[in-house]
Nanobody, 114 residues
Framework: QVQFVESGGGLVQPGGSLRLSCAAS????????MGWYRQSPGKQRELVAR???????YYADSVKGRFTISRDNVKKTVSLQMNSLKPEDTAVYYC????????WGQGTQVTVSS
């Protein structure tokens, strides 16, 4: 089964930036619609950004204009640049295939706090 490994999280002050990365093990990665999800305590996991194989992107309203998703099909990675971070962005962030999800990785914790 495809594995995804997330990294890049941490503690940042409000208004700060972080860049998350996700590495995939599949040779078919370039065909995937890849997404970044997040889950905070007591809430359901939500899709915040997705990117199609050709590069088209979609963002949830809550992150539009602040987050940018990108992918490198050669390196089999997908990234999430997060700017102007807010306390409500605090969550564990995961990546996965949007259309045919694999098992979830460990995720990477993002904490936005002063």
């Amino acid at each position: 089964q495809v594995q995804f490994v997330e990294s890049g999280g941490g503690l940042v002050q409000p208004g700060g930036s972080l860049r998350l990365s996700c590495a995939a093990s599949s040779s078919s990665f370039s065909l995937y619609v890849m997404g970044w999800y997040r889950q905070s305590p007591g809430k359901q996991r939500e899709l915040v950004a997705r990117i199609y194989s050709g590069g088209n992107t979609y963002y949830a309203d809550s992150v539009k204009g602040r987050f940018t998703i990108s992918r490198d099909n050669v390196k089999k990675t997908v990234s999430l640049q997060m700017n102007s971070l807010k306390p409500e962005d605090t969550a564990v962030y995961y990546c996965n295939n949007v259309v045919a999800p694999s098992s979830w990785g460990q995720g990477t914790q993002v904490t936005v706090s002063s």
